[in-house]
């Protein structure tokens, strides 16, 4: 599975090295930091849900808003890479059909296919409910002044 990134900003996730187990690897290659492995995912694009506003009334002089939310753009269509061809995946069909490129099922064990998991932001995420290959950056990690830095795990929203 290839983790996209299309935030702003680069997703840092921190998980638990598998080799160690949360300790410590003896033999640390530099990838195991006392027993947690950071990778960061650079920006490759912006996917961005297109909003409508408009002001319905007013608090105190303060103006209320109102947002629909429209189309998402920047985001690539649902699909697998196959040999280094995009093959798209045909919403229409009840399951997985097999590849158009090699026959094979399309599934993540088929060595010959890469899977995208494209990490939006959750307003992002909300208007494509449907996708399932669509994620967003949880479990944040905050560093001593609260922000949030790392997370921890990637979310679905249902
Ligand atoms: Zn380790
Ligand atoms: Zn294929």
Redo the contacts with the bound molecule.
């Keep these: 599975m290839k983790i996209v990134n299309l935030t702003p900003h680069p997703l840092v996730i921190q998980r638990t090295?598998p080799?160690?187990n949360g300790?410590?690897?003896e033999d640390?290659r530099g990838e195991?930091q006392q027993?947690t492995i950071t990778e960061t995912v650079e920006s490759s694009g912006i996917a961005r849900v297109e909003t409508t506003e408009t002001v319905i009334g007013d608090v105190n002089g303060i103006p209320v808003v109102e947002t629909e939310f429209g189309a998402v753009a920047g985001l690539p269509e649902q699909g697998w890479e196959c040999r280094g061809k995009f093959v798209r995946f045909d919403e229409t069909k009840p399951d997985w059909e097999p590849c158009q490129e090699c026959g094979m099922r399309s599934t993540d064990s088929e060595p010959d296919h890469v899977f995208f998991a494209y990490v939006v932001s959750s307003i992002t995420a909300q208007a494509i409910l449907h996708r399932q290959d669509v994620y967003v950056p949880a479990r944040p990690i905050r560093d001593d002044k609260g922000r949030i830095i790392d997370c921890a795990a990637l979310g679905r929203i249902s």
């Design positions: 090295c080799r160690c300790q410590t690897c640390s195991c027993g």
